[in-house]
């Protein structure tokens, strides 16, 4: 099994354009999970889906950010217009069923906006 | 409600001597316990988990964890740091509902484990 895959593990990027992340869960994995890692806020839930419905998505800092899980085997994380405040490594995982068992994470893909 | 505590926010130790990096944590329901470990620039990768079996967990690379619900704590232990186990731990809580699904995961602040000569 490839694990979690996200793409692209780096991306820089002008402030006011579009980003678009890529996750490609475990296939099997019912249950997926948007996080950021910044120094001062450290790991935050962004959103998380079930079954592909978003479940949870208290933690989207605002509407310039959307997530979307069409199928179960993709999702995308999309900031609109983006902000160099936004800059943090951006982490998906996934899980199967509640999630006991743990979950696992993908690479991370570490955006910079300037 | 969840969250955890990550009563150290670096700990230093000398190789070969024993590691314990500190976690204490709040549920509401039968909580799910987990500890991560992130090496410099690289992802999460899951070291050990408590799910109500045994209360004493071992993981991978010599580390475990004693889960004690009477002092809501969940402390990593090993018994011989190595160089290479320099990183920064994550102390992780989850919580599900009856009838929930999805469980969210609520990570502590993180503990930084230097480890030197």
């Known amino acids: 099994d490839a694990g979690v895959i996200q793409s692209p593990r780096h991306e820089v990027t002008e402030m006011g354009q579009e980003v678009t992340l890529r996750c490609k869960p475990i296939?099997?994995?019912?249950?997926l999970f948007w996080y950021r890692q910044t120094m001062m806020r450290g790991l935050e839930l962004l959103i998380y889906f079930n079954n592909n419905v978003p479940i949870d998505d208290s933690g989207m800092p605002e509407d310039r950010f959307s997530a979307k899980m069409p199928n179960a085997s993709f999702s995308t994380l999309k900031i609109q217009p983006s902000e160099p405040r936004d800059s943090a490594v951006y982490f998906c995982a996934s899980s199967w069923g509640t999630g006991m068992l743990g979950y696992t994470f993908g690479s991370g893909t570490r955006l910079t906006v300037v | 409600a969840q969250s955890v505590t990550q009563l150290d926010s670096h700990v230093s130790v000398s190789e070969g001597t024993p590691v314990l990096l500190r976690c204490n944590y709040s549920s509401s329901y039968s909580p799910s316990l987990f500890w991560y470990v992130q090496h410099p620039n690289k992802g999460l990768q899951l070291l050990l988990k408590y799910t109500s079996a045994a209360t004493l967990v071992k993981g991978i690379n010599g580390f475990e964890a004693e889960f004690k619900k009477s002092e809501t704590s969940f402390h990593l232990t090993k018994p011989s740091a190595h160089m290479s186990d320099a990183a920064e731990y994550f102390c992780v809580v989850s919580d599900t509902p009856p009838g929930g699904t999805a469980s969210k995961l609520t990570f502590g602040t993180g503990t930084r484990l230097q480890v030197t000569l």
């Open positions: 296939s099997g994995h019912n249950s």
